[in-house]
């Protein structure tokens, strides 16, 4: 029914930038609340950060600042721009996209998920 693809990963040195995409395809609802994670190996997958369909974003505290959301409704498409990368978020990041009314809080909250794309960060 939806189909969601990342897209952007790579490998960077610490302090690099890379811009992650996250295409959307398929019986998306208007203003479907979408979200960045990640799940480095051997832990849990955690938050990066939300957008709400008019734009309203929130991030978990290790990469405010660093991490900006953005997207574009025309192209379905999700952002995650990353700066001053570290090591530390060296990560599989995945899309999701909540394709009912309401905002998650957690990862079960999200009704779809992408294959996720991976991101190295060198140091």
């Known amino acids: 029914q939806v189909q969601l693809v990342e897209s952007g990963g790579d490998l960077v040195q610490a302090g690099g930038s890379l811009r992650l995409s996250c295409t959307a395809s398929?019986?998306?609802?208007?203003?479907?609340?979408m979200g960045w994670y990640r799940q480095a190996p051997g832990k849990q997958r955690d938050l990066v950060g939300t957008?709400?369909?008019?734009?309203?974003?929130n991030y978990a505290d290790s990469v405010k600042g660093r991490f900006r959301i953005s997207r574009d409704n025309n192209k379905n498409t999700m952002y995650l721009q990353m700066n001053s990368l570290k090591p530390e978020d060296t990560a599989v990041y995945y899309c999701?996209?909540?394709?009912?009314?309401?905002?998650?809080?957690?990862?079960?909250?999200?009704?779809?998920w992408g294959q996720g794309t991976q991101v190295t960060v060198s140091s």
């Open positions: 999701s996209l909540r394709n009912r009314a309401g905002r998650p809080t957690t990862a079960e909250g999200y009704d779809y």
């Open positions: 398929g019986r998306v609802v208007s203003f479907a609340t």
């Open positions: 957008i709400t369909g008019v734009g309203s974003t």
